[in-house]
């Protein structure tokens, strides 16, 4: 079965750190999407891309980037970790116009 | 981006219907309506969809307003394991937009 997969699910790093989470879909979607979560609110997007070599900005992007390399994978990098980094992240992804989302399991990360 | 506004929390008896509203009176007019719902530790899960008519699936069903400024979605008859935070989200392009969520409890 097609699948999205998020790594590491959880993770311990320090304030200005670099750090990469990984996201792999296995339905050969070409749109992709990272999205925050901080504790009892909604998402919010922070970057996505519509195809290999396609990347956007998002709502709240400052400190993060993404690359698209293939169409399975679409990582998200935290140049300089800071403590307001604090949150889970969800990996999404998606065939088309009005398809339904299909989210990762997310990753939870924690920024001492 | 369309917000959407919906209430903090809702409660039901287990088997009885559900009805969520949503207001998104700022969607453009090529938004979809979106529904996911949340459980704990777990990444959204989608209910439905639809852009101007009303839909029927087998989790739920969509009701959208003439105007599309509102939409409820309605849980025919709640079932203890639909206990969630269900997200009401205006889809711009795959760009999903999120509002706080109505916190759904089901009591016995």
């Known amino acids: 079965d097609a699948e999205i997969t998020q790594s590491p699910r959880h993770k311990i790093t320090e304030t200005g750190r670099q750090v990469t989470l990984a996201c792999h879909q296995t339905?050969?979607?070409?749109?992709m999407f990272w999205y925050r979560q901080d504790l009892g609110h909604g998402l919010r997007l922070i970057h996505y891309?519509?195809?290999?070599?396609?990347?956007n900005k998002g709502e709240v992007s400052d400190g993060y980037s993404v690359s698209r390399s293939n169409t399975e994978d679409l990582p998200l990098t935290l140049e300089s970790a800071a403590s307001s980094q604090t949150s889970v992240y969800f990996c999404?992804?998606?065939?088309?116009?009005?398809?339904?989302?299909?989210f990762g399991p997310g990753t939870r990360l924690t920024v001492l | 981006d369309a917000k959407t506004t919906q209430p903090n929390s809702m409660e039901s008896n287990e088997e009885e219907p559900v009805h969520l509203p949503c207001n998104h009176s700022t969607i453009s007019g090529t938004d979809y309506i979106h529904w996911y719902r949340q459980l704990p530790s777990q990444g959204p899960e989608y209910v439905i969809h639809g852009l101007t008519s009303n839909v029927n699936n087998r989790m739920a069903s969509l009701a959208i307003a003439e105007d599309r400024k509102s939409s409820t979605l309605i849980l025919h008859r709640a079932t203890l394991r639909d206990a969630a935070v269900y997200y009401c989200?205006?889809?711009?392009?795959?760009?999903?937009?999120f509002g706080a969520g109505t916190q759904v409890v089901v009591t016995p």
């Open positions: 891309s519509y195809g290999v070599q396609d990347t």
């Open positions: 989200i205006t889809d711009s392009w795959g760009k999903l937009q």
């Open positions: 339905w050969n979607h070409n749109n």
């Open positions: 999404a992804s998606y065939r088309g116009r009005a398809d339904t989302q299909y």
